[in-house]
């Protein structure tokens, strides 16, 4: 079973920064699109960023300019990093990586990012 472990979350001040990590237990190479997507309290989970395999992204309009996602293929990691934080970017993070082949997305256990001062 293919488990994706993140890190990262926490506290943050408003215009502060973070940088979520996601580590799948196989290599990155096998997925043909990684992303993030968030959950607020009370509202459904949406899409943040994507990254393909041929390092194509994309971006949520409300976080365009903000966040970055990235991979690292050496440490077999992908990463969100989200800076000039706003309270409405509070919520759970979930990395997530899709496998066309085998027809599965795998999910990581989510990380909580809370912008508040």
């Known amino acids: 079973q293919v488990q994706l472990v993140e890190s990262g979350g926490g506290l943050v001040q408003p215009g502060g920064s973070l940088r979520l990590s996601c580590a799948p237990s196989?290599?990155?190479?096998?997925?043909?699109?990684m992303g993030w997507y968030r959950q607020a309290p009370g509202k459904q989970r949406e899409l943040v960023a994507t990254?393909?395999?041929?390092?194509?992204?994309s971006y949520v309009d409300s976080v365009k300019g903000r966040f970055t996602i990235s991979r690292d293929n050496a440490k077999n990691t992908f990463y969100l990093q989200m800076t000039s934080l706003k309270p409405e970017d509070t919520a759970v993070y979930y990395c997530?990586?899709?496998?066309?082949?085998?027809?599965?997305?795998?999910w990581g256990q989510g990380t909580q990012v809370t912008v508040s001062s």
């Open positions: 997530n990586a899709v496998h066309s082949l085998r027809a599965r997305t795998y």
């Open positions: 196989e290599s990155i190479f096998s997925f043909d699109v």
């Open positions: 990254v393909t395999s041929g390092g194509s992204t």
